[in-house]
């Protein structure tokens, strides 16, 4: 079996309601340059990363406008779910990859994401049997409420993290993984219906997903290096 290699998937194929911009929020500019152009440009100043691949929807009026990169391929294979354009996005790759190449998937909505992090990532997971993926432990005393808004009871923060992306798992076992789990809202919970256990390695606060209007001037400090 080839040695595997290291893939990008970056999904970008959402609206972005919550934003409620008037384009969708990969292409919200930060600092003058869309979103996902800040995220296929760390991947590709990432010298370990083989290939990246893009899932735009296939009515995607925008990513002409970005600059070609090297490595780069864009899949105009985007799905009405996040899971159903990372899947798709793994089949439309498929003739190109091994199956034990490890697919690092990342939100196009992460721009804060560096060279370093990745890095970090694969060093931590390349070994691993299972993957892993870049994670925060919850810092803050968590509260579950009851159905009008009250505290009903505090939940213990010990062992919990906020997930984060990317999330490295081996191509053949992603796809299968996603196809037969039900509605998951991140890789990683595809891989824990098998039974499996994903590595949790601690990302940064600066890889935090730009939601809402407020978050682009946070995420513009981050690029910046004021925050
Ligand atoms: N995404 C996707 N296909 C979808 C939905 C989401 O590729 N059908 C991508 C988004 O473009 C984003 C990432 O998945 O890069 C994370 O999703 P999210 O932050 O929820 O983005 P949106 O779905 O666009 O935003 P919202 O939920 O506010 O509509
Ligand atoms: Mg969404």
Redesign the pocket.
């Known amino acids: 079996m080839n040695l595997p290699r290291f893939i990008a998937l970056?999904?970008?194929?959402?609206?972005?309601?919550?934003?409620g911009a008037t384009v969708?929020?990969?292409y919200a500019e930060l600092l003058g340059k869309p979103m996902l152009e800040h995220v296929m440009d760390t991947f590709v100043d990432c010298a370990q990363i083989h290939q990246i691949f893009v899932?735009v929807?296939a009515d995607d009026a925008y990513i002409e406008d970005i600059p070609t990169k090297s490595r780069t391929q864009i899949l105009r294979c985007?799905?009405?779910?996040?899971q159903?354009?990372?899947t798709n996005g793994l089949q439309a790759m498929q003739s190109q990859v091994n199956a034990n190449d490890w697919v690092l998937v990342h939100?196009?909505?992460r721009p804060g994401l560096t060279v370093a992090l990745i890095n970090k990532l694969i060093a931590a997971v390349k070994d691993d049997p299972v993957g892993g993926l870049l994670a925060m432990p919850v810092v803050d005393t968590i509260k579950r409420s009851d159905a009008h808004g009250h505290a009903d009871h505090t939940v213990s923060r010990e062992h919990l993290w906020a997930a984060q992306t990317p999330q490295m798992f081996k191509h053949a076992q992603l796809l299968s993984a996603l196809q037969t789990g039900s509605h998951v809202t991140d890789e990683a919970s595809a891989i824990e219906a098998l039974g499996l256990k994903p590595t949790l390695v601690e990302g940064s606060p600066r890889n935090f997903?730009?939601?809402l209007p407020h978050d682009v001037l946070l995420a513009e400090l981050y690029i910046k290096g004021i925050a």
């Open positions: 970056i999904p970008a194929a959402g609206v972005g309601a919550r934003m969708p929020k990969q899932v929807s985007g799905g009405a779910t996040r159903a354009s990372v939100d196009a909505a997903k730009v939601t």
